[in-house]
Nanobody, 132 residues
C-alpha cells in the first residue's frame, strides 16, 4: 500500500515562493508516474499541475499555467517529491495533492495532467493560499 504525505503549504503574498514536499512510502514496484494536482475549492475540478516519471526523473509535464514558475523534482534516495513554486499569484490558491499512478506504463502529457482518474494513490493535500 503506497502512502503519500504532503507538507509545505502556507499562506504567502503574491510574488512569493513555496516548496511543497510529498514523502512516498510503501511502493515496492518499478517506475511510475507521480505528480501534483490542485483543487481551488471543494467541488471544483481538480487540475493537474506537474507530473514526473520516476525513472531518471527527467520526463516531466507541466500545466501551461505554471510553466516557467513551478518545478517538479524527485529525490529518489529520500523517496520525496518536491514542487518548487515561484512567483505565486492568487490564482495559485488551492489545496495541492500529491498523486501516484503505479499502473499505467505510458501516458501522454495530456493524460498525465488531465486523467486524474488514472492515479490510484492520493495524499491528503496541503493548502496554499496566495494573497494579493
Amino acid at each position: 500500500q503506497v502512502q503519500l504525505v504532503e507538507s509545505g503549504g502556507d499562506s504567502v503574498q503574491s510574488g512569493g515562493s513555496l516548496r511543497l514536499s510529498c514523502v512516498v512510502s510503501g511502493h515496492t514496484g518499478g517506475s511510475y508516474y507521480i505528480g501534483w494536482f490542485r483543487q481551488a475549492a471543494p467541488g471544483k475540478k481538480r487540475e493537474g499541475v506537474a507530473v514526473i516519471w520516476t525513472a531518471g526523473g527527467t520526463t516531466t509535464y507541466y500545466a501551461d499555467s505554471v510553466k516557467g514558475r513551478f518545478t517538479i523534482s524527485l529525490d529518489s534516495d529520500k523517496n520525496t517529491l518536491f514542487l518548487q513554486m515561484n512567483n505565486l499569484t492568487p490564482e495559485d490558491t488551492a489545496r495541492y495533492y500529491c498523486a501516484a499512478d503505479t499502473l499505467t506504463p505510458v501516458m501522454t502529457a495530456r493524460q498525465a495532467l488531465e486523467a486524474d482518474q488514472l492515479y490510484n494513490y492520493w495524499g491528503q493535500g496541503t493548502q496554499v493560499t496566495v494573497s494579493s
